[in-house]
């Protein structure tokens, strides 16, 4: 194969098996990649090396020596030098020239001849004396002459130490200055130059082969050894293969779960422009997805995904096919809902509350009165129960359930439940009766009288009736009582068998009119209004008219007034009556309406 891939941390590599010199690679590589590689680290020498586990000699990088401008001073503080003072030379004619080899470091030449006080390249290992820089005394650059003799490195190293560094030459000025110091002889000055890399790039990271770089004359390009990973200098007229690459794209920023229900998840991430598209990987697939117009986020969503489930998802940056690294997050589900939310238990002051558990991994939170209760999922399977205490006795609450799973909440369900009253007891002839004031429907209630009490309650003479109507005395509205309608039998009550009732006992009733088999009952209201105001007063102010007694000979009927200025009509059996409303505010009990109707 002509190409193999290798990834670094910020560069895609490509081995290109076709032997080239070293500027005719580099025109390669500039059409169809970046450029030549460069190498900033240790991780990037071993990326190169994957590129072609098979192969095991040299290969060009981008690394190459440039006679002429690849020149800096040790001293690199730019508000040092001003305009144009950073790059002041003055060579001897015919320098920079390589004459033995790489000469990377430069040393002042000081005598009586026409070459006095000009610059020449020499190599680094070369030892002589130096000129150290040691700041400003009234304004003027001060230099001072070591009096021992280094190698350019170990020069530095002195200077950098004792004084502020090697002497940088800015001007003719300080040139003729430094030049003055010595009457004979060479000094190094802070001037030097590295190998350059083909993109420009100025990393200080190396990685040469012992005795390289090599001194030896008219070798300036370097290739990287594919046993060691190691550098050497080649002449850059050889033919070898080649490293290409190209910039990773950065990965996105920014990624994250914006929302999450039980069946999706929305993520967002940072766009970086125009060109770069993304891969989202999740569960084993990709999905491309194209950076959108505009500078706002990228927002994808996943959907048809398991409630309360975690998902780990990877994202990719792409340009020009190249990946990133690529970044991950984990995300989940928000958990389903809780099922059959209901109270279990009532009493006065507390509500005990019951739902399905989910399972071990999945919690709750319960809110009411503006609080919140953190309950967690029980061990086995039995249901979750949690108790309210505190509370107020006759108050309805309402209490909203919340499944959380990875701090990610359901979307809640509500129930409004109330506190019981006082139980009231009454005894009747055969029957204690006991008023429980939670709101249920009928099954439920019978439900609950079963359990706790004998049943719903069967009523077999007046006397029961009024034994009922004790339990509550302060309550006006309707509660449930064991007589059924089993749609087979007609009407039955929920005690039933033959050894509780006595003859005639069962088939007692004490219907209200206008219910079943009776004749409806009308109201006139003096007052106009339209119909839909019109039926939400009749639904306001009559829908707890009840009877209170019936007896063999008359029955009395009950209902809130409504103020002292408003009369009712009552229309039975063809008669017509005009009832006014009694005295007070109607709320005692003595200050609702009752009329006794008698009967024939």
Not at 123 to 131: I, P, T
Not at 237 to 244: K, N
Not at 332 to 354: G, K, M, V, W, Y
Not at 397 to 421: D, Q
Request: charged residues 20%; hydrophobic residues 35%; aromatic residues 12%.
């Amino acid at each position: 194969a002509q190409l193999s891939i290798a990834f670094a941390q910020t560069r895609q590599y490509y081995f290109v098996n076709v032997s080239l010199d070293w500027t005719s690679a580099q025109s390669v590589c500039r059409r169809d990649y970046t450029d030549l590689a460069t190498i900033e680290t240790t991780a990037d020498v071993d990326a190169v090396l994957n590129t072609m586990s098979n192969y095991t000699g040299k290969a060009w990088i981008g690394l190459y020596d440039e006679l002429y401008n690849s020149w800096k001073w040790s001293l690199d503080e730019s508000s040092f030098y001003g305009d144009g003072e950073y790059t002041f030379r003055n060579w001897y004619p015919g320098s920079p020239n390589d004459l033995y080899g790489p000469q990377l470091c430069v040393r002042l030449i000081s005598d009586n001849t026409v070459s006095s006080r000009r610059w020449d390249d020499r190599q680094c290992s070369d030892v002589r004396m130096f000129v150290c820089y040691n700041g400003t005394v009234d304004g003027t650059p001060s230099f001072v002459l070591s009096n021992v003799s280094l190698n350019w490195t170990e020069a530095q190293m002195f200077c950098r130490k004792n004084y502020v560094d090697l002497a940088s030459i800015r001007n003719q000025t300080e040139n003729d200055l430094i030049g003055a110091l010595i009457s004979s002889g060479d000094i190094w000055i802070g001037l030097y130059r590295d190998k350059l890399w083909s993109d420009g790039s100025l990393s200080p990271f190396q990685h040469w082969a012992d005795g390289q770089p090599s001194s030896e004359p008219g070798v300036q390009c370097a290739a990287t050894d594919f046993v060691s990973g190691s550098w050497y200098d080649e002449g850059c007229s050889q033919s070898l293969p080649f490293i290409c690459y190209k910039q990773i794209p950065p990965n996105a920023k920014g990624f994250r779960a914006s929302k999450q229900d039980e069946s999706s998840i929305s993520l967002q991430w940072n766009k970086i422009n125009i060109n770069t598209s993304f891969v989202l990987q999740f569960n084993g697939s990709e999905t491309n997805i194209r950076a959108p117009d505009g500078d706002g986020p990228v927002n994808y969503t996943v959907s048809s995904l398991t409630a309360g489930t975690k998902y780990t998802f990877s994202l990719f940056s792409v340009f020009e096919n190249v990946r990133s690294s690529g970044v991950s997050i984990v995300a989940a589900t928000a958990p389903q809902n809780p099922e059959d939310f209901r109270p279990a238990t009532q009493d006065e002051s507390s509500i005990t509350l019951q739902w399905n558990k989910i399972n071990n991994s999945t919690n709750f939170v319960l809110q009411f009165n503006g609080s919140e209760t953190n309950v967690r999922a029980p061990d086995g399977f039995g249901p979750v129960k949690h108790t309210v205490s505190s509370l107020t006795a006759g108050t309805r609450y309402t209490f909203s359930l919340f499944s959380v799973f990875e701090n990610i909440r359901s979307s809640g369900v509500s129930i409004v439940e109330a506190t019981g009253r006082p139980f009231r007891v009454s005894l009747a002839q055969t029957h204690q009766y006991y008023f429980v004031n939670a709101t249920l429907n009928w099954t439920d209630a019978q439900s609950r009288c079963r359990r706790d009490y004998a049943d719903l309650a069967t009523i077999e003479s007046t006397a029961d009736i009024k034994a009922v109507d004790r339990t509550a005395a302060d309550y006006t509205g309707l509660a449930w009582i064991g007589l059924y309608d089993n749609l087979v039998n007609s009407w039955k009550w929920s005690l039933n068998g033959s050894s509780f009732h006595f003859d005639g006992e069962e088939t007692f009733r004490n219907r209200h009119s206008g219910t079943v088999n009776g004749s409806p009952v009308y109201i006139l209201i003096n007052e106009s209004l339209s119909w839909t105001s019109a039926q939400a007063f009749c639904k306001e102010n009559y829908i707890d008219l009840r009877l209170t007694a019936q007896f063999e000979t008359n029955i009395t009927l009950q209902w809130e007034k409504v103020n002292n200025n408003t009369n009712f009509i009552l229309q039975y059996n063809g008669i017509v009556k005009f009832i006014s409303p009694p005295g007070g505010d109607g709320s005692r009990r003595s200050e609702a309406v009752e009329h006794d109707l008698q009967l024939p």
